[in-house]
Protein backbone atom coordinates (compact mmCIF):
# COMPACT_ATOMS: atom_id res chain seq x y z
CA UNK A 1 0.00 0.00 0.00
CA UNK A 2 1.37 3.60 -0.63
CA UNK A 3 1.45 5.52 2.18
CA UNK A 4 2.49 9.41 0.18
CA UNK A 5 -0.24 11.58 -1.09
CA UNK A 6 1.73 13.79 -4.26
CA UNK A 7 -0.36 16.01 -5.78
CA UNK A 8 0.66 14.60 -9.21
CA UNK A 9 -1.30 18.14 -10.63
CA UNK A 10 1.86 20.09 -9.67
CA UNK A 11 4.06 19.94 -13.24
CA UNK A 12 6.86 22.07 -12.53
CA UNK A 13 10.06 20.42 -10.69
CA UNK A 14 11.07 23.21 -8.67
CA UNK A 15 7.26 23.55 -7.33
CA UNK A 16 7.43 19.57 -7.25
CA UNK A 17 10.40 19.79 -4.87
CA UNK A 18 8.75 22.88 -2.81
CA UNK A 19 6.17 20.36 -2.17
CA UNK A 20 8.29 16.96 -1.47
CA UNK A 21 10.24 19.62 1.21
CA UNK A 22 6.99 20.72 2.92
CA UNK A 23 5.50 16.93 2.40
CA UNK A 24 8.43 15.93 4.40
CA UNK A 25 8.36 18.33 7.16
CA UNK A 26 4.48 17.01 7.46
CA UNK A 27 4.54 13.43 7.86
CA UNK A 28 4.80 11.62 10.74
CA UNK A 29 6.48 8.21 9.50
CA UNK A 30 9.93 7.19 7.95
CA UNK A 31 9.97 7.09 4.45
CA UNK A 32 10.98 3.55 3.07
CA UNK A 33 13.62 3.36 -0.10
CA UNK A 34 10.84 2.88 -2.22
CA UNK A 35 9.41 5.61 -1.26
CA UNK A 36 11.94 8.22 -1.15
CA UNK A 37 12.44 6.56 -4.87
CA UNK A 38 9.55 7.71 -5.69
CA UNK A 39 9.53 11.22 -4.30
CA UNK A 40 12.82 11.47 -6.03
CA UNK A 41 11.48 10.39 -9.97
CA UNK A 42 8.14 12.51 -8.74
CA UNK A 43 10.85 15.66 -9.20
CA UNK A 44 12.51 13.97 -11.95
CA UNK A 45 9.59 13.75 -14.15
CA UNK A 46 8.40 17.13 -13.42
CA UNK A 47 9.24 19.92 -16.07
CA UNK A 48 11.84 22.72 -16.52
CA UNK A 49 9.98 25.24 -18.06
CA UNK A 50 5.48 25.13 -19.19
CA UNK A 51 6.45 24.51 -22.82
CA UNK A 52 9.11 22.01 -22.30
CA UNK A 53 8.54 18.34 -23.89
CA UNK A 54 6.92 15.58 -22.62
CA UNK A 55 7.40 11.93 -21.92
CA UNK A 56 9.39 9.75 -23.95
CA UNK A 57 11.14 12.86 -26.02
CA UNK A 58 12.00 14.55 -22.96
CA UNK A 59 14.14 11.36 -21.94
CA UNK A 60 15.88 11.36 -24.69
CA UNK A 61 16.38 15.00 -24.88
CA UNK A 62 18.07 15.15 -21.42
CA UNK A 63 19.72 12.02 -21.04
CA UNK A 64 17.61 10.76 -18.32
CA UNK A 65 16.52 7.49 -18.00
CA UNK A 66 14.01 6.32 -14.92
CA UNK A 67 13.18 2.71 -14.65
CA UNK A 68 9.32 1.89 -15.45
CA UNK A 69 7.23 -0.64 -13.52
CA UNK A 70 7.40 -2.88 -16.33
CA UNK A 71 10.58 -2.39 -17.30
CA UNK A 72 9.26 -1.96 -20.94
CA UNK A 73 11.09 1.07 -22.44
CA UNK A 74 14.76 1.47 -22.42
CA UNK A 75 16.69 3.59 -24.54
CA UNK A 76 20.05 1.83 -24.44
CA UNK A 77 21.37 0.46 -27.51
CA UNK A 78 22.22 -3.22 -27.79
CA UNK A 79 25.80 -4.10 -27.79
CA UNK A 80 26.23 -7.87 -27.83
CA UNK A 81 24.79 -11.00 -30.12
CA UNK A 82 23.30 -12.29 -26.38
CA UNK A 83 21.92 -8.79 -25.44
CA UNK A 84 20.38 -8.15 -28.58
CA UNK A 85 18.95 -11.69 -28.98
CA UNK A 86 17.53 -11.77 -25.85
CA UNK A 87 15.61 -8.24 -26.69
CA UNK A 88 12.15 -8.76 -27.00
CA UNK A 89 10.32 -8.26 -30.72
CA UNK A 90 14.14 -9.11 -32.25
CA UNK A 91 13.71 -10.88 -35.56
CA UNK A 92 16.80 -12.08 -37.27
CA UNK A 93 14.48 -11.65 -40.43
CA UNK A 94 15.32 -8.03 -40.51
CA UNK A 95 18.57 -7.88 -41.44
CA UNK A 96 20.34 -9.00 -45.05
CA UNK A 97 23.20 -11.93 -45.37
CA UNK A 98 26.25 -9.32 -45.24
CA UNK A 99 28.27 -9.50 -48.41
CA UNK A 100 31.49 -10.11 -48.21
CA UNK A 101 33.66 -9.31 -51.63
CA UNK A 102 36.49 -11.64 -52.31
CA UNK A 103 39.83 -9.69 -53.43
CA UNK A 104 41.85 -12.23 -55.84
CA UNK A 105 45.25 -11.48 -56.53
CA UNK A 106 46.19 -12.11 -60.09
CA UNK A 107 49.57 -13.80 -60.95
CA UNK A 108 51.19 -11.54 -63.57
CA UNK A 109 53.64 -13.60 -65.48
CA UNK A 110 55.45 -9.84 -66.65
CA UNK A 111 55.81 -8.72 -62.92
CA UNK A 112 57.00 -11.90 -61.79
CA UNK A 113 59.49 -12.06 -64.41
CA UNK A 114 60.25 -8.11 -63.67
CA UNK A 115 60.58 -8.74 -59.56
CA UNK A 116 62.13 -12.35 -59.40
CA UNK A 117 65.62 -12.92 -59.00
CA UNK A 118 67.67 -15.31 -61.48
CA UNK A 119 67.45 -18.71 -59.41
CA UNK A 120 63.75 -18.29 -59.35
CA UNK A 121 63.34 -16.92 -62.75
CA UNK A 122 64.36 -19.99 -64.01
CA UNK A 123 62.19 -22.27 -61.75
CA UNK A 124 59.15 -20.04 -62.80
CA UNK A 125 59.89 -20.35 -66.73
CA UNK A 126 60.36 -24.48 -66.24
CA UNK A 127 56.85 -24.24 -64.20
CA UNK A 128 55.20 -21.71 -66.80
CA UNK A 129 56.30 -24.20 -69.73
CA UNK A 130 54.72 -27.50 -67.63
CA UNK A 131 51.57 -25.07 -67.03
CA UNK A 132 51.27 -24.18 -70.63
CA UNK A 133 51.72 -27.43 -71.89
CA UNK A 134 49.03 -28.96 -69.58
CA UNK A 135 46.54 -26.21 -70.75
CA UNK A 136 47.20 -27.07 -74.56
CA UNK A 137 46.66 -31.00 -74.06
CA UNK A 138 43.57 -29.82 -72.18
CA UNK A 139 41.84 -27.31 -75.49
CA UNK A 140 42.99 -30.29 -77.29
CA UNK A 141 40.83 -33.07 -75.26
CA UNK A 142 38.01 -30.71 -75.09
CA UNK A 143 37.92 -29.92 -79.15
CA UNK A 144 37.68 -33.83 -79.76
CA UNK A 145 35.14 -34.61 -76.74
Do not use: C
Not at 29 to 53: C, H, N, Q, R
Not at 94 to 100: A, G, L, M, S, V
Request: hydrophobic share 35%.
Amino acid sequence: MNRLNLNWDITLRTERKAFINDYLSKIDFVPTEDELSTMADYILWGKESVSEKDGHARIRHEGLYIETRSKDWTDERQISLEGLLETPGFSENEFDRPTFKKTRNVFSRSEARRLASPEILNALEALWREIDSTELVISYYELEH
